[in-house]
């Protein structure tokens, strides 16, 4: 590969660049522009994803309040569990647009571009611009990458901050000059603003990466990344400080919190919760879950990433990846400290291993799409791979190490996709056939030609299997509160119905539709729970075949939901026509036209009347918020006009919580009338 020489920096060192080739700019618009298509391809399908966020992005985009706390409703009842940074985005383009999927999703799109091609940059900067389009492309076609960025959680601007991040380290590393440590710093702040501690986890290998190939003297480095430490707490500060001094009686309750606390939500059930498994409300209303977690949410362990939850969404490349980071840093040899290539390394390398390890013994709440947070440092470490690789082939201890790295993806790929055999059935017989042959014939020295062709085998075999998951899920509808890209795998932790596809093991045709014996679901249930209904699609009873059934029962709990259901712990409600025109009659007299226990049950009917809906106890329904008093004194006020029966947190539910305390003093005090299988109480008119 040709260089320029740039120009000395400030600090004194000379950095080579990468010369720009003919075939870059083409290729890379090829990319940019494939990706952006594919994502935008069947969008709508999506509706409105995830409903939990859904409702807050339209609460935001009605009230500046609920906007700047995340509230779940534009009344400020309570906020998400989250901060609200992810919401910004969404909101401020459904103020321009209107409410409406594409209005919602399209700004996710944007960040999954937006992301492929910071990756791009931030690869190519070091390794050049074939190890810049390898990583740009593994990143666009992970198959839970696809689905995230096509989704409206958090993650999708997580991990663009991420990456942006990791790209001002690397800016930092070339030229040591204080603005790229601030912005790195920066940058991973306004992640937490996003999904809070997570984005921490790439902290230690940014640190790291500019403590050993930083280029001033030592002393100046760590000033340097204190002041990248302090540039992140501000960056996050400002927020967290407006929240906890905002008098508790003007702001929402802090969804996720058991006493009104953002530094509880950061530091408990968001926080340390995670690690250990004590999350208080996490599992039934003022619930806990007990230390531990093996099997509460899938078993921890080093193979954690490849079991069958998690498989198809990540492990594609990891063995390769991995051999990728072995092979560069013995390639870099005795290279000085400031070398930017090991540093790249250490970066991509220490975000695999620290994001990864933390994720495989994590006890507490993990749900597979989370996985999206290994995706770049994966990509990164696939693309330098195979240039490095590629570039010494004439050393036969780097062919071998490339024909492992071959065997191991071959090998990958085949019990991933015979984890779902009736799924393209040829495809793993396909890799593997390619697979061994370019395995065999990596080890030996290759013509022109022959390297051409194994060049496109090594392609073909890597990036196949997670091609044929992403065009499966571009196909299919995903909401809920747990996604999960490709076909079925068996064995996916979660319920089935919301959160992933309509019916089926993992809410795909073919399964049950319940949690499997082991398996993992949404935030606050243990497994093989049954959540409101045992779900299909929408929360209706799934049968064998994936199909969705259901009948109303009085409390509407069990219901169609397509027909009006109350919803649950891992899907939104879904109200009839008849419903809605109830509700939005008069609707603009009451403060909350009606009140459901669980964000998911409030959601669909705020979102189909664009209307407050309270959401008693939060998502898990377990937030004391409000206590049974602040209700009785809204009732009494006349700002609430139904109260939603069913719902996560109901009949059935603690008997002690606040929410289940609510719903016995509502319906001994009013009379039930059921529309299209779910109860409703009028609150202005009393027994």
């Known amino acids: 590969m040709t260089t320029t020489i740039a120009p000395p920096s400030p600090t004194g060192i000379v950095n080579a660049e990468p010369s720009r080739r003919r075939w870059e700019r083409p290729a890379l618009a090829a990319l940019l522009l494939g990706t952006l298509i594919a994502y935008l391809i069947n969008l709508s399908a999506n509706g409105w994803a995830n409903d939990f966020y859904a409702a807050a992005i339209q609460a935001g985009s009605q009230s500046w309040e609920a906007f700047f706390f995340g509230s779940s409703d534009a009344a400020n009842s309570i906020t998400v569990d989250k901060p609200p940074a992810s919401l910004w985005v969404m909101e401020l383009s459904v103020r321009l647009f209107g409410l409406n999927s594409w209005s919602m999703l399209v700004p996710q799109v944007l960040l999954g571009v937006a992301s492929v091609a910071l ?41 663009f901050l991420m990456i942006g991040a990791a790209w001002a380290m690397t800016r930092a590393v070339a030229d040591g000059r204080w603005r790229w440590l601030l912005l790195t710093g920066g940058l991973i702040g306004f992640g937490f603003l996003a999904k809070q501690l997570q984005v921490l986890l790439v902290v230690p290998p940014l640190a790291l990466t500019y403590l050993i190939a930083g280029p001033p003297k030592l002393g100046k480095r760590i000033t340097q990344l204190f002041a990248a430490g302090a540039a992140m707490i501000v960056a996050a500060g400002w927020w967290l400080l407006a929240v ?17 606390s953002i530094i509880e939500l950061t530091l408990g059930y968001n926080g340390l919760g995670r690690l250990n498994g ?33 498989g198809g969404q990540i492990a594609w490349l990891i063995p390769a990846a991995l051999l990728a980071l072995v092979v560069g840093l013995a390639l ?92 393209l059935p040829w495809l793993r017989w396909a890799i593997l056939v390619v697979g061994v042959v370019a395995t065999v014939a990596f080890v030996f ?41 490709g076909p079925s795998a068996g064995g996916m932790h979660g319920m089935g119905g919301p959160g992933m596809r309509p019916g089926g093991d993992g809410g795909r045709p073919g399964g049950d539709g319940s949690a499997t014996p082991n398996g993992t679901p949404p935030d606050g249930a243990p497994a093989g729970a049954q959540i409101g209904t045992p779900s299909g699609h929408d929360g209706a009873a799934a049968t064998a075949d994936g199909s969705a059934q259901g009948t109303a029962t009085a409390d509407g709990v069990g219901g ?21 025109t109830l509700l939005e009659s008069n609707g603009a007299d009451y403060t909350w036209v009606a009140a459901a226990v669980g964000s998911n049950s409030a959601a669909g009917y705020q979102l189909a009347t664009e209307l407050p809906v309270m959401p008693i106890g939060g998502f898990n329904g377990s937030d004391p918020s409000p206590t049974l008093e602040q209700f009785q004194q809204y009732v009494a006020d006349g700002k609430i006009h139904y109260f939603v029966a069913g719902g996560r947190g109901g009949p059935g539910g603690n008997s002690a919580s606040t929410s289940s305390a609510i719903t016995a003093w509502v319906t001994a005090n009013y009379t039930a009338t059921t529309v299209d299988g779910v109860t409703l109480y009028d609150l202005t008119q009393p027994k």
């Not at 599992?283 to 079991?307: C, D, Y």
């Not at 196949?464 to 509808?477: E, H, K, N, Q, R």
């Not at 009006?564 to 712990?569: I, K, P």
């Open 560 to 580: 169609d939901q397509r027909m009006g259901g109350a919803g649950g712990l891992l899907g939104g409600s879904r109200p009839s026509d008849q419903i809605v």
């Open 332 to 423: 870099r040899g005795r290279a000085p400290r400031t070398d930017r290539r090991r540093a790249a390394l250490i970066l991509w390398g220490g975000w695999l291993l620290v994001t990864g390890l933390v994720f495989s013994f994590m006890a507490g709440i993990f749900h597979q799409y989370y996985t999206v947070a290994l995706a770049p440092a994966v990509a990164a470490l696939v693309g330098i791979g195979a240039v490095q690789i590629w570039g010494a082939r004439d050393r036969l201890w780097v062919r071998c190490a490339g024909a492992l790295a071959l065997g191991l993806t071959t090998a990958t790929a085949w019990m991933l996709l015979s984890r779902s055999a009736s799924f």
């Open 119 to 159: 990756l791009w940059a931030t690869v190519r900067r070091s390794f050049g611009p074939a190890a810049g389009l390898i990583a740009g492309t593994a990143l666009a076609v992970t198959p839970v990458a696809v689905l995230m960025f096509r989704f409206n959680n958090p993650d999708a601007l997580l991990v």
């Open 278 to 310: 004590n999350e208080t409300g996490s599992v039934g209303p003022g619930g806990e879950l007990p230390a531990g977690g093996n099997g509460m949410w899938g078993s921890t362990g080093i193979t954690r990433m490849f079991e069958p939850a998690q």
């Open 445 to 485: 020295p290759l013509t022109r030609k022959q390297s051409v062709i194994a060049a496109l085998a090594a392609a073909f075999i890597g990036l196949a299997g997670p091609i044929a998951y992403s065009v499966d899920t571009l196909a299919s509808a995903h909401s809920g509160a747990i996604p999960s890209a």
């Open 244 to 260: 906890e001094l905002w008098p508790a009686s003007s702001r929402p309750w802090i969804g996720g919190s058991q006493h009104n």
